[in-house]
C-alpha cells in the first residue's frame, strides 16, 4: 500500500490557527521553519509501522533534498517525494490538455491526504482516492487511520 500527503495546509501549518508538533531544536528550527499539523509525527510514524509506503506529493517547489531532511529531523523516513518539478516533468510533460495539480494514480499510490477540494474533485474524476482535511481537527489522524484500514480491507 502506499500513501502520499499534500504538504502546504495539510502537514505544515500556520501555528497560530492550527495545533502543532513542537519546534525543532536549534539548528534545524532555523533552516526548516514549517510547523507540522499535530499529530502528522505519530500517524507518519504508525504508516510506517504498517510496512505502508509513505510519500509526499505536493504542489510545492521546494526540493526533495529539503523536505527529506525535515521529516529526518522528525525520525520519519519518506518512500519518495513528489514535487511541484517532478510533478511538471513526469505527470504535465507532453500533455497539451492540462493535466490536473496532483495526479497519484501515475504513481500507484492508493491514498492521498490533502486539504484542497478541488485535488479530491480531480480523484473522482480522474479516479484516485482522497482523502480531505482542512481546519484544526483534533480526530484527523483517527479519520486518516479509519480510511487507511477501510482501504486495506477492499485490497
Known sequence: MRIS?????????????F???????????????????????ELMKY????????????????SERYIRGLFRCYGIKLDCVVNGEKHANEVQAGHKEG???KYPSKY???????????????GKIYGFRVLLVGSQDDCWVDKVIKEIERIKRFC
Open 5 to 17: 500527503f499534500d504538504l502546504d495546509d495539510t502537514l505544515f501549518v500556520p501555528k497560530e490557527k
Open 19 to 41: 495545533k502543532t508538533e513542537p519546534a525543532l531544536k536549534i539548528p534545524f528550527c532555523i533552516i526548516y521553519k514549517e510547523r507540522l499539523r499535530l499529530g502528522a509525527v
Open 47 to 62: 504508516i510506517r509501522s504498517q510496512n505502508i509506503e509513505l510519500w509526499i506529493y505536493t504542489t510545492s517547489y521546494r
Open 99 to 101: 493535466m490536473p495539480s
Open 108 to 122: 500507484r499510490i492508493d491514498l492521498h491526504i490533502d486539504d484542497d477540494i478541488s485535488v479530491a474533485q480531480n
